[in-house]
T-cell receptor, first 116, second 113 residues
Framework: AQTVTQSQPEMSVQEAETVTLSCTYD???????LFWYKQPPSRQMILVIR??????QNATENRFSVNFQKAAKSFSLKISDSQLGDTAMYFC?????????????FGTGTRLKVLA | DADVTQTPRNRITKTGKRIMLECSQT?????MYWYRQDPGLGLRLIYY???????NKGEISDGYSVSRQAQAKFSLSLESAIPNQTALYFC????????????FGPGTRLTVT
């Protein structure tokens, strides 16, 4: 069974600084997707970034980028130029491809606070 | 209007009561999901449905049931609520392709006293 681990329950960063959130996962699959979702205080879950396992190039979305290390089963999220609006809970998620189920497995989350 | 809506947004109920949480979506997706979020545990899958005639149990389905009334509607029921079902519940939808983004509703905060 797949598992997703986020070892940092809480983190803080100064506004305009860079912060990295860690995520590791365990799987025997070769074909899968990884995601980072953001949950601000409004509770709404919002997709931040997605990575296909077969792509070596790390995904980037504006100030958000990932460091995907497939062999190490690591998928960290880097937030550059942190903004107060980045304050949220961040969840890492794994999706196996090929079985047709397309179910997500979520980590336990990292609460990020951006300080003014 | 939101693509995925949930009603109610907040609910307080008593132990032993039956309660239904409703979800509607306008994304046109076939796949719908119910999750439960607890502090320190992340989101856990309760049930999922890939079309109106397809219902599947997730990892924590005990004590819950679901109904897929139409492509756009997926409801979650607690037949006899208990305090440890106090949690934040999310409905989500996705297209039927690998790597598809899941679109979440705003969540229902349920408290069982």
């Amino acid at each position: 069974a797949q598992t997703v681990t986020q070892s940092q329950p809480e983190m803080s960063v100064q506004e305009a600084e860079t912060v990295t959130l860690s995520c590791t996962y365990d799987t025997s699959e070769n074909n899968y997707y990884l995601f980072w979702y953001k949950q601000p205080p409004s509770r709404q879950m919002i997709l931040v970034i997605r990575q296909e396992a077969y792509k070596q190039q790390n995904a980037t979305e504006n100030r958000f980028s990932v460091n995907f290390q497939k062999a190490a089963k690591s998928f960290s999220l880097k937030i550059s130029d942190s903004q107060l609006g980045d304050t949220a809970m961040y969840f890492c998620a794994f999706m196996k491809v090929g079985s047709g189920t397309y179910k997500y497995i979520f980590g336990t989350g990292t609460r990020l606070k951006v300080l003014a | 209007d939101a693509d995925v809506t949930q009603t109610p947004r907040n609910r307080i109920t008593k132990t032993g009561k039956r309660i239904m949480l409703e979800c509607s979506q306008t994304k046109g997706h076939d796949r719908m999901y119910w999750y439960r979020q607890d502090p320190g545990l992340g989101l856990r899958l309760i049930y999922y449905s890939f079309d109106v005639k397809d219902i599947n149990k997730g990892e924590i389905s005990d004590g819950y049931s679901v109904s897929r009334q139409a492509q756009a509607k997926f409801s979650l029921s607690l037949e006899s609520a208990i305090p440890n079902q106090t949690a934040l519940y999310f409905c989500a939808t996705s297209a039927g392709v690998g790597g598809a983004e899941q679109y979440f509703g705003p969540g229902t905060r349920l408290t069982v006293t």
